[in-house]
């Protein structure tokens, strides 16, 4: 049991603060406006959250709330278009579908100055993702040998498996990595990485798994592949996946056999995903997690306990579906929110850098250090204040620091 000695020597004055941690839904306003229903993305930055309000490509920033970007007007291709993410410097991407039904996509790019673009003029291909600077785009196409292949595009296509089954989900800030998953029609499939410098590497299976991983995105830094492993026929776990420490699985929520991860932060310490609640065969549940590493506060709780716990962020009924994207520093992550009566929205978490701000009131004051205080004296994980998965003294001297130092 540790034991609370701390004296404060400095009590500040309570001071309000400009921001507090914050809960955004993208809609539906009651007003019939613009709304997201489903956060894809956010840039790197944090800046832009991308998504669609079921039919058309719609972006929102904090600062300048929604802005509808529409549908691109490529010929046979107006049906519905979704934006898949966006980059720091506000260009867009993603795919239009085609108007028979037939499940075609195109890929395009949106800029504020430019509108929607196509990559070029005939191919088949969806875009998944984009560098930082806007730059280089990878999803997969159709090729003239009608594969689907994963390829990174920088002006011109690179098919990185030019004749396999692929699939490309992400790419890192600087371009040169890509994450996603090769093969799996019919034979096993594996999370890979690919890099000019590296080539293809594959992810091993996870322990106990059946011979199968899968790539859904790529950290900003290109270390960490994200996705899953399959366990059974019907059952699968979420991963992560470095060349350099191999691969990891991360776990499932309480009743859950099926988990899998989206979404991840810059350095691959914060992974987000769903993990199914039920029966494989029965009635189940989508379920938003997050999870970092450490032990033994790490690993995987639900988004909704996460931020009732951490930032005191009630949210009643709401079912919290998947965590889609998450930012390179980790303060945006986005994802879908069922509101009741099914009501489906995107939403935004916005962390606030003022971590002394303990109980997220939008002050700082005596009570932030008295439930932190409460929260050593317990070795509650509430106190892992330094987010290294364990509560000891190195806690409380950061929380001292910040607690001195205040917030701007
Ligand atoms: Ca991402
Ligand atoms: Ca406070
Ligand atoms: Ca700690």
Known sequence: MKTWRFVPLFVCAASALGQQTTLTYLGPTTSGGPSISDAQAVSSDGHYVVGSDGYQAVMWTAEGGFTVLGLPEFEGFTQSAQALAAANNGVVVGLCTDNE????????????GAGFEALDDFTRAAARDVSADGQAIVG????????VVAYRWDGSFFDIFPSDLSLAFGISDDGNFVGGTHGGSIGPSQAFRWS???GVELAPDIPGGVGSTGGNDISQDGSTVVGYGRTGQLTFEAM???????????GWLPGS???SAFAVNGDGSLVGGNSIVGSPTGASEDRAFLWRPGSPCGGMMSFKDWIAAKYNIQTGDDKFRIVNDISRDGSVIVGTVQKPGFVVVGFVLRISPCTADYNNDG????????????AF???????????DGQVDFFDYLDFAAAFDSGCD
């Open 101 to 112: 039904g037939n499940g075609e996509y195109r890929p395009w790019k949106w800029s504020a």
């Open 363 to 374: 002050q700082i004051d005596f009570f932030d250090y008295l439930d932190f205080a409460q």
């Open 196 to 198: 000019p410098d590296f």
């Open 240 to 250: 992560r996946y470095s060349p350099s420490t191999g691969t990891e699985a991360l």
């Open 140 to 147: 997969d196409r159709i090729t003239g040998q009608l594969n």
């Open 257 to 259: 056999t099926r988990s």
């Open 377 to 387: 004296n317990d070795e509650s994980c509430l106190a892992d204040f330094n987010n």
